[in-house]
């Protein structure tokens, strides 16, 4: 399950009041086991997870980078009166001059999400819209249809979407979120993206790794994995067949 | 509003409560705390298969606790006074989760802080103040170095304190609301079908191999962990086929005569 808005764009939507309720309305397939409670309170705190973390990590490290920051003005203070008593005045620039941006791109990313901050309370729900209801079932349909191929799954769906776009703008809504998701197989994990691996970034974390201070905070794609909706949960006899568990 | 998930889970003969976080990533639980000590209140949400499950709940004395129900779910919030109904989750609580989170947190904060412990200290023989002190009179024919070796010897010190405070002050923040946990509670149980199939499903015969593959299709994988150990030790599975009986080097016959083998 994918949360159609970016985590940039739900902060550009969110109020400016001081404590807001974020209701997220869920859109379903029709199944015969239709997601239950506990099931929606889960994917619900997924998504609370996600957003939270996400604001955690900028501000605690923009707690950091704001006083790194405010130390570069007391530099420019002493480059000031430099400039004003000497001729040779370049040199000053030897010292930390890179204080003046350190943790700026955190600050970015957290003005924009900053509205966030002051939801109080988030809650999900069913969703009522018909054509999005209308949308997502055809597409299940689709979908499960097209389980017997099982290649290139995601732009099938994709193509699908497309076609019925201008019938329906939600098909649009749900071909974005599947573009989400295609672009979220090609790159890399969050724990490797984190990670210095490739000598590239290894040279880079070496030589620039005390100039840059801070760690980047990575954007979270708010994507969350739901129970399969064509099981029957009625009766269950799983595969015992695999040596191991395929998602591994 | 910080949470709490538990999930109701069949384990080898009854139920017991699994409380799904990430063994050594602390920060979703820091944020809990921090929120808590925010101000907000904790809701504590129990997963169970079915609901008659825990219809037992309703028959509770109700000067502890007010037990609501709603459509798919109970709704329960202890009185104000029912100190005992608090102290029993503390009790409860405090071998599980809470005495992991306090370690987990003050470890974190003590990884975090160690960098900015004392970097620029100003007193002592080691200090910034005796470290750099010469150079001001070093350069005291290039009168462009002094503001910038006095910004090294007062400034820098002054700000790297304030790194090292922030951290602190964060910190000490988190481990009040772990104090605050359970001052302001609300509890709530509701129903979750993948659960319900998971519970059935480990029951049957070879319950725990069967539960520990469907819990990613029943979009519960944090779950797999809790199965899988289980499954290893336990049950028959895969792995099995690697444990055979040893091979002889020589045949041996088994000594027949019971008597003369125990003298």
Known sequence: MVLPLKIAELGKRAPRRNAWLLEIELYAPNSPWPLSEGEKETILSVFENQIDGFLYRLSFYERLGRNYRFMFSLCLVAYIIGLFSVNTWWFIWFRQPYLALAGIDNWWKRKKVKNLERCRKKRITEGQDEQRKEAINAVFSFYTHLQEAERDIVRKLIAFCQEKERENPAFGEIRKIYQELSAREKEQSFLLQSIAHTPFKKFLRFFLGDILLLPEVLIPRLIVPVRNLSLDCGVLHPEVSHAQNPSL | ?263
Not at chain 2, 56 to 63: G, I
Not at chain 2, 182 to 193: C, H, M, P, S, Y
Request: aromatic residues 14%; proline residues 6%.
């Open chain 2, 1 to 263: 509003m910080p949470k709490i998930h538990l999930y109701k889970l069949f384990n080898k003969e009854s139920y017991t409560l699994f409380s799904p976080h990430h063994p050594f990533f602390v920060e979703e639980r820091m944020i809990r705390y921090r929120k808590i000590y925010q101000g907000e209140a904790t809701e504590v949400i129990l997963q169970v298969g079915r609901k008659e499950e825990v219809e037992y709940l309703l028959s509770l004395p109700q000067d502890f606790l007010t037990v609501t129900e709603e459509s798919s779910s109970f709704l329960l919030t202890p009185k104000m006074r029912s100190q005992e109904v608090i102290e029993y989750c503390k009790r409860g609580i405090l071998d599980t989760l809470y005495k992991e989170d306090a370690l987990m947190i003050n470890d974190e904060k003590h990884r975090q802080t160690f960098y900015h412990y004392g970097r620029f200290r100003i007193r002592g023989f080691y200090g910034i103040l005796h470290r750099l002190f010469p150079i001001v009179f070093i350069m005291h024919g290039i009168p462009g170095f002094q503001p910038m070796t006095w910004d090294m010897i007062i400034g820098d010190p002054y700000f790297e304190d304030r790194t090292y405070l922030e951290l602190l002050q964060h910190y000490q923040a988190i481990e009040m609301g772990l104090a605050e946990l359970f001052e302001n509670l609300t509890f709530r149980v509701v129903e979750n079908t993948a659960l319900r199939v998971l519970n059935d499903t480990v029951q049957e015969e070879e319950g725990f191999n069967k539960t520990a593959r469907l819990c990613t299709s029943l979009g519960l994988g944090f779950l797999k962990d809790f199965y899988w150990p289980a499954t290893q030790a336990t049950e028959h599975s895969e792995w099995k086929r690697f444990l055979r009986p040893p091979v002889p080097l020589f045949p041996w016959s088994e000594p027949k005569d019971e008597k003369k083998h125990s003298l």
